[in-house]
């Protein structure tokens, strides 16, 4: 009885944050079909959330696609990447901070320099190119410090597959490609 209770616990989780990514996907294609200016109202903030939805978060090559929510706090991250909201939005100068936990970006680990991130905003698409990453202290708040030009920093928990129990974080760092819309 506490093996199928303590299993229930580590499930249930997992399963709502899938559930939960579902309903933000579906959002979020509303979201791109709605109108930036109303004609009954003010234009729409692009810099702000919709709905809690901040972006979509693609890396092709692990064929990995999600909706990024506003924020980095555990409710947030149980249901999948959340945007540090201190941070920048894409196509704005500075660096745009991106977390999820490890559960969720687990092939992340895998990513090389070279390999291609894209960003969907309201208001274009972002493309950005992995320079490097780092496993860092939990403490070390510089990997998300505003940058002079458009870059992005991803960070997930290290060991990758250690789960809530990691002591470690795991920084992606990458440039926004030139070209991208402004």
């Not at 500075?94 to 990513?111: K, T």
């Amino acid at each position: 009885m506490v093996g199928v209770a303590l299993l229930a616990v580590a499930v249930m989780p997992v399963a709502m944050g899938f559930w939960g990514e579902r309903e933000a996907q579906q959002r979020w294609e509303e979201i791109l079909v709605s109108p930036l200016v109303r004609p009954d109202g003010p234009r729409v903030e692009l810099f702000r959330p919709v709905d809690g939805l901040d972006f979509k978060l693609t890396v092709p090559r692990l064929g990995y696609s999600e909706v990024v929510r506003e924020g980095v706090g555990l409710g947030v991250l149980a249901m999948g990447p959340g945007h540090y909201p201190q941070t920048s939005w894409p196509g704005r100068p500075g660096a745009v901070g991106v977390a999820a936990h490890n559960l969720y970006w687990q092939p992340f680990g895998d990513l090389k320099p070279g390999d291609e991130v894209v960003l969907e905003a309201r208001y274009g698409l972002f493309r950005y190119r992995i320079t490097g990453s780092q496993v860092v202290s939990l403490r070390d708040g510089w990997i998300l410090d505003p940058a002079p030009d458009r870059q992005l920093t991803l960070t997930t928990g290290s060991p990758e597959w250690a789960g809530q129990f990691a002591t470690r974080r795991l920084a992606i760092f990458a440039q926004e490609e030139l070209g991208s819309p402004d």
